[in-house]
Each structure stands twice: as C-alpha cells, then as structure tokens.
C-alpha cells in the first residue's frame, strides 16, 4: 500500500491504495471527480522529493504528496 | 531556514543574520521583506507550508549559493499575519555586490514559483484560497 496525501487547500484526507507506479496512482485518482480537477495543475513528490516520470516504481510505504499551485511570500 | 507561527520579527531576524556573518568577509548583505499590503478588504493572509519540500528546495539554493561564494538566508511565518506586517524575508550575503544582487533577484522568483506555500486571503475571519495568485509549480500535470 501507498499513501497519497493532498496538501494546502484541496482539503482532502489521506488515501491508501496498491499501486505499483506513479501512473496507477493517477489512474485511481482520477476516478476521483474533485481531485481530477486538481490534477492538472499539481505537481507530485515522492517521499518529499519532487517526481517527473509516471513510470516511477513504488514500494509498499511510500508516502505520495499533490501539490496545488504555491504562493509564498 | 527559519518557520515562524505568525509575523515575522523582521527587526530581529535581520540583526541577527548580521550579527551570524560579522566575521565572514561578506562585502554585500541584500535583505528582501515582504510586508502584506491591505488590500480587496483583506484583514491578513494565511499560509499553509509543506515542510519537507521545503527544506530540499531550501537545501538546493544553498548549494548553488555555496557554488557562487555566497549564502542564503529565508523566513516565513506560518498561519495568520496580518496587513502591514510581516510573512516572509530573505537575504544574500556576497564577497561581492554583483553576486548577491543576481541571487536575491533569482532565489526570490524561484521562492514564488516553487516554494511549497499556500496563500490564503482572511476576510471577515475566513480563509479563502488565493488561487488567481498562485503559480503551478515545475512539473505540474504529471498525474492529470
């Protein structure tokens, strides 16, 4: 199992599930209609480091974060 | 790197950042604040942080700081701080002022565009998300 977290204002409690890349975890998000909404414009880190491959494997553990666009300062 | 719950002590923070580098041969110190501006009826803005990603992203600056002679320094609050005050500061120290003048200029841009920070607007006590004024960060879309 992994665990997928949404951060800042998506509001969404964290989900587990089995997936064995970044792109199974897309999959399942996307039958989600309001995280599909997001997902367009939120970038993915892995374990807190920042991801750009769907292909990506996944170990049981690993934790999945989405990042809604960002405002510092 | 410093987090902060609520504004910042702008006064404090810098002194002490220049009391750290006294002795470190540093010609240039070029300090950014940034002061929340009442504006749309806004009481104060909110922020959201996502720590891990932060310290990486901070972690990463400092390298390429290190890589030009230089170093560089952040804080930012977290929750509510209200107008005119507070929620963010940073600062370049350079040999050199040319170095940190190009640095403050490019670390501050990459802070907007990829520092994992959420802005929220608080009126009337609620907060609400400042999506037209946030920025996707690199490599957004990847699951979409």
Known sequence: ?73 | MELYDGPLDVKEIFGRWLDEEAASNYGAYIPFVGTIRAEDGIEALSFDIYEPVLRVWFDVWQEKAKARGAVVKMAHSIGDVPVHTSSYVSAVFSPKRRVALELIEEFVEDFKANAPIWKYDVKNGERIYAEDRSTPMDGSGLLA
């Open chain 1, 1 to 73: 199992m992994v665990k997928v977290e949404f951060l800042g204002p998506i509001g969404k409690a964290p989900v587990e599930m089995e997936a064995a890349t970044l792109a199974d975890v897309a999959e399942k998000l996307q039958e989600d209609s309001t995280v599909k909404e997001w997902l367009p414009k939120c970038a993915v880190a892995l374990n807190d480091t920042m991801v750009s491959d769907l292909n990506t494997p996944l170990k049981d553990g690993d934790k999945i974060s989405i990042l809604p666009p960002v405002c510092g300062g």
